[in-house]
């Protein structure tokens, strides 16, 4: 591969990009940088695409991921500044814009290291390797005799830094490319990255983060402040029975607040109003006829049996090994255990923004998902625009933790700007979120054992019967996967997917299928589902390793012991081994009803895999013998996700989701009548209050430099439930196969 | 009917009009521009739009701009600055506290308000006193950190 370098100087805001920079949600770096017009095209094989060099020496890096407020940030900072070997103050990042960066799947199934970090990696090392090869060139020495101190490259008295070399212009550099967008993409050059032995930033902690300050000073700009002239806001009526559409409106029933205009378009509908108090009040009063519709519930009490009976739409079997029906045939014992796993709500901070600004042949939106790129072609579909003409910027908004309900109102918006002509910002109601938002799916798991006369488990069959765990797919690429795009009539791509377990238990026959329901209402429901953190981790893995905690009693075996005794991967037996001994595991069989005072207190395990990552926890419960108050005081965390980049921020992260996951399994339960959804606030969908946050979280990581880095966002999420339940069943002889785990079920189980 | 209204909010004095029973909460956002207290829930469930009202946290979602009358209003962005946080708020950005920080504005104000009232508080009325407030991200964890190294400093 030639390497030119292109002399042509960056000209500042030249060309019709100037609009773009006034845009909100540029970043500040971005500016600074010259943005786009430094840059060739925004080609997936340039190197320029990834990483560019300031005239001060600064280094800026782009990226299609995004992050979410986990500080993956600093993860991609560390990784360039130390290919690079710059200082990390010297490094900024521009994330997710559509105009500014590739499409590389944004913020998605913990990949922001794992993939979007690899291919800054290898950027930036190609980065510095080209630069080098410059310093030598123009120094005439041969590049294995420079050295490289903070961007200042060095053949003994003779110094030129990144700025002189190539500030301001754009590298010239092809990457090879593996052809494919989105999380896939993978670039790399001809440089080969440091060896873990020369890191001196990887690994350590003390980066700190660049959205904090802001944040606290209450001067950060969060999507729910953009704000630009003309901006009208938007609301949604949603019908009190779901699947009902408006057959008729009365607009005279908002004819007392000013300037309030109405958008109806097939299923569609919502308003307008100058003034957010006014769209609010008239949503309120605005007289809306829906249509007569069966009411498409169950009882809340009979979805498990409905899961149970409805036909299956699709089959997955993952895993098949071994005879599992020999296995059975030949058995001295069978045991089997069904457990249960109730709808959830994203429920993010605040019902979810979205700005459009819908012109003739153009389209500049603002959004707070975590999938920019796919927001585009989503908007770019729905309007018949080129994918070109649509802008969209990425704003940090109330909290993402996969597709929850930002999708959808950023294509309100975008309805409702077409329609009048005008910017228009879209917010609702708390209901507009909670209610309204694509649920994490209901399921029921089903898993059978077969144990031999000397009690060693020879099969395992693992059964899940769910709705989708994605009915509309993983992005709101394409406008059947929005609430607005299914209103207004665009054909439904269902996609029928749950999944199975995480592990590496070497019971000689396993089979692991999953089947997947068809949803309660096929269009716009409030039930509809949705990836939300660990698309199906939690509800399967509460299953899983619950069962291996019944299978260890029904062997007269520690729950520890049986794990070691079947785990196959060192990994997975070192993170099962060492969160045990953090916990001071106490080797017992079945449950010990410990009570110390008024509470019962008892401790559980549970491990799983996902993608490169193992971890495993023990949970340390407390169960009040009266009030049957279940507090989770004490977690115990063994976490390898292969190469560590920053400790610091890897444990923040770990223990938000804990909390988060502790919420889910022990607090949370999407409720609904036969008519609609009926959780629609904090009281009706409580979460994890700050007195039932635990005491502490004690977290091990083990770090293996020598792998790449892994996922760490989620991973987590899939041994927690059933590291809870296994310690209530320790503290209180019960066995919690239905989750939430509440004080009345545990009643329920009491004996 | 709009009404004009004169409010008092990090030292400097605004009016606005608007309907007597609008929230506070929309004249801070969209009236005067104010970006820290947030719209969360509007039924006082969760704290995104706490202000101090005299000194007292007040979910200003529920308040009506009517009945704040001549009462202080500090916000978030009122109570320090970067070149002087306030003690709160140093220790929420020293345990780099948030995600995405949403929520933060009713973690803040709120820890503020029991400090003035507390300053040495134990970890369960540190708790109590947080009880009520949401955090979707989860970050219990740092803000119990942060509240007690504020309450240290």
């Not at chain 1, 909100?24 to 695409?49: C, F, V």
């Not at chain 1, 700050?690 to 996922?711: F, H, N, V, Y």
């Amino acid at each position: 591969m030639t390497i030119q370098v292109n002399r042509r100087e960056f000209l500042a805001g030249s060309g019709a990009l100037t609009v773009s920079v006034l845009l909100p949600g540029l970043t500040k770096q971005a500016q600074a940088a010259g943005t786009q017009a430094s840059r060739l095209g925004l080609k997936p094989d340039q190197l320029s695409s990834y990483i560019s060099i300031t005239h001060d020496g600064r280094v800026v890096g782009w990226t299609g991921k995004v992050d979410m407020g986990q500080g993956t940030e600093i993860g991609w900072i560390k990784m360039i500044a130390e290919e690079l070997d710059v200082a990390p103050e010297r490094v900024s990042m521009v994330q997710g814009n559509t105009e500014e960066t590739v499409d590389q799947g944004g913020a998605s199934g913990s990949t922001g290291i794992w993939f979007g970090g690899i291919a800054l990696r290898n950027a930036a090392a190609e980065a510095r390797l080209t630069l080098v090869e410059m310093a030598a060139a123009k120094f005439g020495v041969p590049a294995a005799q420079l050295t490289v101190d903070n961007g200042i490259i060095s053949a003994g008295a003779k110094k030129i830094s990144y700025g002189e070399l190539i500030g301001g212009k754009h590298f010239d550099v092809q990457l090879e490319w593996n052809q494919e967008y989105g999380n896939e993409l993978k670039v790399q050059g001809r440089a080969k990255p440091k060896s873990p032995s020369e890191y001196k930033l990887i690994g350590r902690a003390g980066t700190k983060r660049r959205d904090i300050v802001a944040k606290v000073l209450g001067t950060a700009t969060n999507m729910v402040d953009v704000k630009l002239p003309g901006m009208l806001h938007g609301r949604m009526l949603r019908p009190p029975v779901a699947g009902a559409v408006p057959v008729a409106v009365d607009e005279s029933s908002v004819k007392h607040i000013p300037r309030v205009k109405v958008v109806w378009q097939k299923d569609f509908i919502g308003l307008v109003a100058p003034k957010q108090w006014d769209a609010i009040r008239a949503a309120r009063a605005l007289k809306v006829t829906w249509s007569e519709v069966k009411p498409p519930f169950p009882d809340q009490k009979d979805i498990y049996n409905h899961i149970r009976a409805a036909k299956s739409m699709k089959r997955d079997e993952d895993v098949k090994v071994g005879d599992t029906d020999a296995a059975f045939a030949n058995a001295a014992k069978i045991v089997e255990a069904t457990y249960e796993w109730p709808f959830h709500s994203h429920a993010s901070m605040a019902p979810a923004c979205g700005v459009a600004d819908m012109r003739e042949g153009e389209a500049t939106v603002w959004t707070g998902g975590q999938k920019p790129h796919f927001c585009r072609e989503g908007i770019a579909k729905m309007f018949n625009l080129p994918e070109e003409k649509v802008k969209v910027m990425f704003m940090t908004g109330p909290g993402s933790y996969g597709r929850n309900d930002s999708g959808d109102a950023t294509m309100d918006a975008a309805v409702l700007s077409k329609a009048v002509g005008k910017p228009v910002r879209v917010q609702g109601m708390r209901h507009d979120g909670t209610q309204w938002d694509p649920k994490s799916p209901a399921s029921v798991h089903t898993s059978r054992a077969a144990i031999d006369r000397d009690g060693k488990v020879i099969g395992w069959q693992f059964e899940t019967k769910a709705f989708s765990r994605r009915e509309f797919f993983r992005d709101e690429g394409s406008p059947e996967r929005t609430l607005a795009g299914q209103l207004l009539g665009w054909p439904l791509k269902p996609v029928w997917l749950l999944g199975v377990p995480g592990e590496s238990y070497s019971f000689a026959a396993r089979r692991k299928t999953s089947d997947t329901i068809a949803p309660l209402i096929d269009r716009a429901s409030p039930l509809r589902s949705s990836h939300f953190r660990d698309p199906g981790g939690p509800q399967i893995h509460f299953a899983s390793e619950s069962f291996m905690d019944e299978l260890a009693l029904a062997t007269n075996t520690d729950a520890v012991e049986f794990r070691l005794r079947y785990l196959s991967n060192p990994r997975d037996v070192q993170v099962v081994k060492t969160a045990a001994e953090k916990a001071g595991w106490q080797p017992h069989v079945g449950a010990r009803k410990q009570l110390r005072g008024d509470v019962y207190v008892g401790q559980g395990l549970s491990y799983a895999v996902r993608g490169a990552t193992r971890v495993a926890v023990v949970a340390e419960v407390e169960v009040h013998k009266q009030t049957h108050r279940i507090w989770v005081r004490r977690y115990f965390i063994a976490h390898d996700c292969g190469q560590v980049i920053a400790p610091d921020l890897l444990r923040q992260t770990l223990e938000a989701q804990i909390v988060q996951t502790t919420s889910r399994a022990v607090y949370e339960e999407v409720k609904f009548d036969n008519n609609n959804v009926t959780s629609v606030d904090w009281q009706t969908y409580p979460i994890l209050d700050m007195k039932d946050a635990p005491e502490t979280i004690d977290i091990t990581l083990i770090d293996r430099p020598e792998l790449p880095p892994g996922g760490a966002g989620e991973a987590t999420c899939r041994p927690l439930p059933a590291a809870i339940a296994n310690a209530i069943f320790d503290a209180t002889g019960v066995r919690m196969r239905q989750a939430p785990f509440t004080p009345a079920r545990l009643k329920a189980g009491w004996v | 009917m709009p009404s004009r209204f004169d409010l008092h909010v990090n030292g400097r004095a605004h009016a606005v009009t608007a309907e007597p029973d609008m929230p506070l909460l929309y004249a801070l956002r969209d009236d005067l521009g104010m970006k820290e207290p947030r719209f969360g829930c509007g039924l006082a469930q969760c704290g995104a739009c706490t202000v101090l009202l005299d000194g007292v946290p007040t979910r200003s979602c529920i308040t009506a701009v009517s009945a704040v009358g001549a009462k202080k209003i500090t916000t978030l962005a009122g109570i320090g600055t970067a070149q002087k946080p306030h003690k709160v708020q140093a220790a929420f950005i020293e345990e780099q506290v948030p995600q995405c920080g949403y929520c933060l504005n009713g973690w803040v104000m709120t820890s503020v308000a029991l400090l003035d009232k507390n300053p040495h508080p134990s970890d369960a009325q540190i708790r109590e006193a947080l009880t009520g407030l949401k955090c979707r991200c989860g970050t219990h964890m740092s803000i119990l950190r942060a509240v007690k190294r504020a309450a240290q400093a």
